[in-house]
Antibody
Framework: QGQLQESGPGLVKPSETLSLTCSVS??????????WGWLRQSPGKGLEWIGI???????FYNPSLKSRLTISRDTSKNDFSLRLSSVTAADTALYYC???????????WGQGTLVTVSS | DIVMTQAPLSLPVTPGEPASISCWSSQSLLDSDDGNIYLDWYLQKPGQSPQLLIYKLSSRASGVPDRFTGSGSGTDFTLKISRVEAEDVGLYYC?????????FGPGTKVDI
Protein backbone atom coordinates (compact mmCIF):
# COMPACT_ATOMS: atom_id res chain seq x y z
CA GLN A 1 0.00 0.00 0.00
CA GLY A 2 1.10 3.52 -0.66
CA GLN A 3 2.42 5.66 2.12
CA LEU A 4 2.66 9.32 2.95
CA GLN A 5 5.49 10.75 5.00
CA GLU A 6 5.70 14.27 6.37
CA SER A 7 9.04 15.99 6.84
CA GLY A 8 10.22 19.39 7.96
CA PRO A 9 11.48 21.38 10.94
CA GLY A 10 9.91 20.58 14.27
CA LEU A 11 10.56 24.05 15.65
CA VAL A 12 9.74 27.35 13.97
CA LYS A 13 10.18 30.83 15.40
CA PRO A 14 7.23 33.21 15.65
CA SER A 15 6.69 35.36 12.54
CA GLU A 16 8.69 32.94 10.40
CA THR A 17 7.43 30.50 7.77
CA LEU A 18 6.51 26.90 8.49
CA SER A 19 7.45 24.56 5.64
CA LEU A 20 6.54 20.89 5.39
CA THR A 21 6.78 18.32 2.62
CA CYS A 22 4.78 15.15 2.15
CA SER A 23 6.49 12.39 0.21
CA VAL A 24 4.10 10.02 -1.53
CA SER A 25 4.96 6.45 -2.45
CA UNK A 26 3.06 3.97 -4.63
CA UNK A 27 0.57 6.59 -5.86
CA UNK A 28 1.25 9.29 -8.44
CA UNK A 29 0.27 12.76 -7.26
CA UNK A 30 -0.63 13.46 -10.91
CA UNK A 31 -3.27 10.73 -10.91
CA UNK A 32 -6.74 11.99 -11.72
CA UNK A 33 -8.09 9.80 -8.94
CA UNK A 34 -6.62 11.75 -6.05
CA UNK A 35 -6.26 15.07 -4.33
CA TRP A 36 -3.62 15.66 -1.68
CA GLY A 37 -4.25 17.49 1.52
CA TRP A 38 -2.94 18.93 4.75
CA LEU A 39 -4.69 18.83 8.12
CA ARG A 40 -3.57 19.66 11.62
CA GLN A 41 -4.47 18.78 15.15
CA SER A 42 -3.92 20.93 18.18
CA PRO A 43 -5.23 20.47 21.72
CA GLY A 44 -7.17 23.69 21.60
CA LYS A 45 -8.87 23.29 18.23
CA GLY A 46 -9.08 19.57 17.47
CA LEU A 47 -8.77 18.48 13.85
CA GLU A 48 -8.60 21.28 11.31
CA TRP A 49 -8.63 21.03 7.53
CA ILE A 50 -5.90 23.22 6.03
CA GLY A 51 -6.30 22.67 2.30
CA ILE A 52 -5.94 20.36 -0.67
CA UNK A 53 -4.28 20.35 -4.08
CA UNK A 54 -5.69 18.59 -7.12
CA UNK A 55 -4.01 16.52 -9.77
CA UNK A 56 -3.96 19.64 -11.95
CA UNK A 57 -2.39 21.75 -9.23
CA UNK A 58 -5.59 23.58 -8.34
CA UNK A 59 -5.69 24.47 -4.66
CA PHE A 60 -8.50 24.84 -2.15
CA TYR A 61 -7.64 26.54 1.11
CA ASN A 62 -9.27 27.04 4.48
CA PRO A 63 -10.28 30.72 4.45
CA SER A 64 -9.02 31.09 8.00
CA LEU A 65 -5.48 30.39 6.76
CA LYS A 66 -5.67 31.47 3.13
CA SER A 67 -3.77 34.74 3.48
CA ARG A 68 -0.75 32.89 4.94
CA LEU A 69 -0.98 29.57 3.12
CA THR A 70 0.57 28.03 0.04
CA ILE A 71 0.19 24.40 -0.98
CA SER A 72 2.26 23.31 -3.94
CA ARG A 73 3.43 20.11 -5.58
CA ASP A 74 6.53 18.73 -7.27
CA THR A 75 5.53 16.06 -9.75
CA SER A 76 9.16 15.16 -10.46
CA LYS A 77 9.63 14.21 -6.81
CA ASN A 78 6.06 12.97 -6.32
CA ASP A 79 5.59 15.14 -3.28
CA PHE A 80 3.59 18.14 -2.18
CA SER A 81 4.32 20.90 0.29
CA LEU A 82 2.81 23.28 2.78
CA ARG A 83 4.07 26.76 3.54
CA LEU A 84 2.44 28.80 6.28
CA SER A 85 3.82 32.25 6.83
CA SER A 86 3.85 34.58 9.83
CA VAL A 87 3.31 31.76 12.28
CA THR A 88 2.31 32.25 15.90
CA ALA A 89 1.98 29.92 18.87
CA ALA A 90 -1.55 29.16 17.65
CA ASP A 91 0.00 27.31 14.71
CA THR A 92 1.66 24.79 17.02
CA ALA A 93 0.11 21.46 16.07
CA LEU A 94 0.55 17.97 14.77
CA TYR A 95 0.47 18.34 11.00
CA TYR A 96 -0.81 15.52 8.79
CA CYS A 97 -0.72 15.03 5.05
CA UNK A 98 -3.40 12.82 3.56
CA UNK A 99 -4.76 11.46 0.32
CA UNK A 100 -8.25 12.62 -0.59
CA UNK A 101 -10.75 11.18 -3.02
CA UNK A 102 -14.14 12.67 -3.86
CA UNK A 103 -15.61 9.24 -3.24
CA UNK A 104 -14.16 8.36 0.14
CA UNK A 105 -12.66 11.46 1.72
CA UNK A 106 -9.27 11.22 3.42
CA UNK A 107 -8.55 7.55 3.00
CA UNK A 108 -4.85 7.52 3.68
CA TRP A 109 -2.88 9.57 6.20
CA GLY A 110 0.73 10.18 7.04
CA GLN A 111 1.96 9.55 10.56
CA GLY A 112 1.99 13.26 11.34
CA THR A 113 4.75 15.64 12.33
CA LEU A 114 4.75 17.91 15.35
CA VAL A 115 5.56 21.54 14.70
CA THR A 116 6.12 23.84 17.64
CA VAL A 117 6.18 27.61 17.20
CA SER A 118 8.46 29.11 19.81
CA SER A 119 11.38 31.47 20.10
CA ASP B 1 -18.54 27.47 7.81
CA ILE B 2 -20.60 24.38 8.58
CA VAL B 3 -20.40 23.67 12.31
CA MET B 4 -20.20 20.03 13.38
CA THR B 5 -21.32 18.93 16.85
CA GLN B 6 -20.90 15.56 18.50
CA ALA B 7 -22.34 13.84 21.58
CA PRO B 8 -21.32 12.50 23.89
CA LEU B 9 -17.79 13.86 24.12
CA SER B 10 -16.82 10.92 26.32
CA LEU B 11 -18.26 7.44 26.07
CA PRO B 12 -17.29 4.62 28.43
CA VAL B 13 -18.06 1.29 26.78
CA THR B 14 -18.19 -2.37 27.74
CA PRO B 15 -16.74 -5.00 25.38
CA GLY B 16 -19.50 -6.95 23.69
CA GLU B 17 -22.04 -4.19 24.24
CA PRO B 18 -23.33 -1.77 21.60
CA ALA B 19 -22.29 1.88 21.44
CA SER B 20 -23.57 4.91 19.58
CA ILE B 21 -22.18 8.36 18.75
CA SER B 22 -24.26 11.24 17.44
CA CYS B 23 -23.16 14.04 15.14
CA TRP B 24 -25.07 17.08 13.89
CA SER B 25 -24.32 19.65 11.22
CA SER B 26 -25.45 23.28 11.14
CA GLN B 27 -26.50 22.86 7.50
CA SER B 28 -27.69 19.96 5.41
CA LEU B 29 -24.92 17.78 4.03
CA LEU B 30 -27.14 16.45 1.27
CA ASP B 31 -25.88 17.28 -2.19
CA SER B 32 -29.03 17.77 -4.24
CA ASP B 33 -27.10 17.26 -7.48
CA ASP B 34 -25.94 13.72 -6.78
CA GLY B 35 -28.04 12.67 -3.79
CA ASN B 36 -25.02 11.92 -1.61
CA ILE B 37 -24.63 12.99 2.00
CA TYR B 38 -21.03 14.07 2.48
CA LEU B 39 -20.47 12.98 6.05
CA ASP B 40 -17.49 10.82 7.00
CA TRP B 41 -16.39 9.18 10.24
CA TYR B 42 -12.78 8.79 11.38
CA LEU B 43 -11.24 6.90 14.27
CA GLN B 44 -7.98 7.99 15.82
CA LYS B 45 -6.59 5.17 17.90
CA PRO B 46 -4.17 6.13 20.69
CA GLY B 47 -0.84 7.25 19.27
CA GLN B 48 -1.98 6.86 15.68
CA SER B 49 -3.17 9.02 12.80
CA PRO B 50 -6.88 9.22 12.09
CA GLN B 51 -8.20 6.44 9.89
CA LEU B 52 -11.27 6.48 7.69
CA LEU B 53 -14.15 4.36 8.97
CA ILE B 54 -17.26 5.48 7.10
CA TYR B 55 -17.64 7.73 4.06
CA LYS B 56 -20.66 9.35 2.49
CA LEU B 57 -22.85 8.65 5.51
CA SER B 58 -22.92 4.87 5.42
CA SER B 59 -20.21 3.28 3.25
CA ARG B 60 -17.58 1.38 5.20
CA ALA B 61 -13.99 1.98 4.20
CA SER B 62 -11.83 -0.90 3.07
CA GLY B 63 -11.08 -3.30 5.91
CA VAL B 64 -13.55 -1.78 8.37
CA PRO B 65 -15.48 -4.45 10.28
CA ASP B 66 -19.21 -4.66 9.69
CA ARG B 67 -19.89 -3.96 13.36
CA PHE B 68 -19.50 -0.28 12.40
CA THR B 69 -22.59 1.29 10.83
CA GLY B 70 -23.20 4.87 9.76
CA SER B 71 -26.67 6.30 9.30
CA GLY B 72 -28.60 9.54 9.36
CA SER B 73 -30.33 12.25 7.40
CA GLY B 74 -29.28 15.65 6.09
CA THR B 75 -28.20 17.13 9.42
CA ASP B 76 -28.37 14.33 12.00
CA PHE B 77 -25.98 11.40 11.90
CA THR B 78 -25.14 8.33 13.97
CA LEU B 79 -22.23 5.95 14.16
CA LYS B 80 -23.12 2.65 15.78
CA ILE B 81 -20.85 -0.13 16.95
CA SER B 82 -22.90 -3.30 17.29
CA ARG B 83 -20.51 -5.02 19.71
CA VAL B 84 -17.58 -3.05 21.01
CA GLU B 85 -14.17 -4.64 20.97
CA ALA B 86 -11.11 -3.53 22.91
CA GLU B 87 -9.43 -2.31 19.70
CA ASP B 88 -12.25 0.20 19.12
CA VAL B 89 -11.02 2.62 21.78
CA GLY B 90 -9.94 6.05 20.63
CA LEU B 91 -11.27 9.35 19.37
CA TYR B 92 -14.11 9.30 16.88
CA TYR B 93 -14.62 12.31 14.61
CA CYS B 94 -17.32 13.17 12.13
CA UNK B 95 -16.32 15.39 9.21
CA UNK B 96 -18.37 17.20 6.59
CA UNK B 97 -17.08 17.68 3.07
CA UNK B 98 -20.25 19.01 1.51
CA UNK B 99 -18.52 22.34 1.08
CA UNK B 100 -15.23 24.09 1.75
CA UNK B 101 -13.85 24.46 4.32
CA UNK B 102 -14.22 20.86 5.40
CA UNK B 103 -14.97 20.82 9.13
CA PHE B 104 -14.73 18.26 11.90
CA GLY B 105 -16.72 17.61 15.01
CA PRO B 106 -14.94 18.00 18.38
CA GLY B 107 -14.45 14.26 18.74
CA THR B 108 -15.88 11.57 21.03
CA LYS B 109 -13.47 9.72 23.27
CA VAL B 110 -14.42 6.06 23.54
CA ASP B 111 -12.74 4.04 26.23
CA ILE B 112 -13.33 0.91 28.23
Amino acid sequence: QGQLQESGPGLVKPSETLSLTCSVSADSISSRSYYWGWLRQSPGKGLEWIGIISFTGTTFYNPSLKSRLTISRDTSKNDFSLRLSSVTAADTALYYCARYTSTAGFDRWGQGTLVTVSS
Amino acid sequence: DIVMTQAPLSLPVTPGEPASISCWSSQSLLDSDDGNIYLDWYLQKPGQSPQLLIYKLSSRASGVPDRFTGSGSGTDFTLKISRVEAEDVGLYYCMQRKEFPFTFGPGTKVDI
